[in-house]
């Protein structure tokens, strides 16, 4: 424990550096793997056999959602919360054994692709072995006690009855928390980590733990979260104010006008070099907020084309290329129906697009956004210019025909429709 304590306040004692993005992921995108709904027999082998597709389609990272034992006590459903681990440096026998993980990761390679991996931080499960040997590393309440973890949105309060969370106060927490990723690092070859819930955890930590793993290998950072405080530690954090004004435009609650008005002055800023991830949607909104259709309707191409056009990173959620028209359970499997309407094409020309044209590239890598007047709010339309190379994007974010003019030159859009030109 003295140990511990001596790493701890060494760990402390650094300091907050300027981080790089990794050069792999300038021209990249990301793509979430559901590994219990992705197939009927929610395996990582499965997962595997498909990386050959993933790759012809284009995807670059590979976000794998947490992997490691879900707890038992207090469980939700039937099968539980991925986020409920038990064991940091556990596999879920529900998807496999580590060989498997590690066959995944190593083909991803294979392929050209890099693996990153989900990491819950901020709690454990209630019968997390750490719960009985470290009870000073937890969250108490008023009582003094271990209790779920209530978790404040900014509009109510949600109950996590089956995690407890963690308390950053106390540092000899940290190295454990360092230890147990850079386990996944060493062993498995993952390539990186995306953050849950990142900001309820301290920067400083982050920056800790980014500063002790990098030294492995350099390392890609995503922070579930969009505090610019993040940046600190993070290459990409979430842009989550663009995902939720993309369905109030989609449902008529805002225009194209808006949107636009957005990406010119957004209202979280960053350094340059902090990518954004721009979603259609992710695990959290198919779940629980609503699937494609639901979301967007018949404009949902028209939104993709944006999230994949504008700075900076693209995410595609697993199934999304096979028109995934459901809210896929969370506590139990509900497989992927991969006989959907296929968009593997639509999405492949999408990601073709970005790795091809520096103009789309993420971050200080990428080109200048300018936004262009169209005279008319449903439509938006803007071009990304970088080294002689520009591409121009246009799209009608309404259910009806739109006459606009750009550059005095008149032009019209059916219904939810799109353009994109390559200088």
Do not use: C
Request: glycine share 6%; no cysteine.
């Amino acid at each position: 424990m003295r140990l511990l304590s001596l790493l701890a306040a060494l760990l402390l004692a650094l300091p907050a550096l300027a981080f790089t993005p990794p050069p792999w992921t300038r021209s990249a995108n990301i793509y979430e793997v559901n590994v219990r709904q992705f197939s009927r027999d929610s395996s990582f082998n499965a997962v595997t056999a498909e990386i050959p597709r993933l790759q012809k389609m284009g995807v670059k990272i590979l976000w794998i959602m947490p992997i490691q034992p879900i707890g038992v006590k207090e469980r939700k459903g039937e099968l539980g919360s991925y986020y409920a681990v038990r064991d940091y440096k556990g596999i879920n026998p529900e998807f496999g054994t580590l060989d498997d993980f590690k066959r995944l990761v190593a083909t991803a390679h294979a392929h050209d692709m890099k693996v990153v991996l989900d990491w819950v931080a901020n709690h454990t499960a209630w019968d997390s072995a750490w719960v009985t040997q470290h009870p000073d590393w937890y969250q108490k309440n008023a009582q003094g006690q271990i209790s779920g973890y209530v978790y404040d949105n900014g509009t109510s309060l949600e109950h996590w009855d089956d995690v407890v969370g963690l308390d950053y106060r106390n540092k000899t927490l940290w190295p454990a928390m360092i230890d147990a990723m850079r386990y996944w690092v060493d062993v498995a070859g993952i390539d990186g980590f995306r953050a849950d819930v990142a900001g309820r955890v301290p920067v400083p930590f982050w920056v800790a733990a980014r500063t002790a793993l990098d030294a492995r290998k350099p390392l890609f950072w995503l922070a579930e979260g969009d505090a610019p405080d993040l940046a600190q530690a993070f290459d990409m954090v979430y842009d989550w104010d663009f995902a939720h004004l993309m369905q109030k435009v989609a449902k008529g609650k805002a225009s194209a006008a808006d949107l636009a008005a957005y990406v010119e002055h957004p209202r979280l800023q960053y350094a340059p070099d902090t990518y954004r991830m721009r979603f259609t949607s992710n695990h959290d909104f198919n779940s629980w907020a609503g699937s494609d259709p639901e979301l967007y309707g018949a404009g949902f191409k028209a939104f993709a084309v944006l999230a994949a056009t504008l700075p900076d990173m693209p995410l595609i959620y697993g199934g999304q290329e096979a028109s995934l028209n459901k809210r896929l359970e969370f506590f139990k499997r509900d497989p992927i129906d991969w006989h959907g309407a296929s968009l593997a094409d639509f999405y492949a020309g999408l990601l073709r697009l970005k790795t091809d044209n520096k103009a789309l590239w993420n971050g200080t890598a990428g080109g200048k956004l300018v936004m262009l007047a169209t005279g008319n709010t449903d439509v938006i339309a803007y071009d990304r210019v970088r080294d002689g190379n520009r591409i121009r994007v246009i799209a009608n974010l309404s259910g009806k025909p739109a006459a606009f003019s750009i550059e005095a030159k008149p032009r019209t859009l059916a219904a939810w429709d799109y353009a994109i030109a390559v200088d």
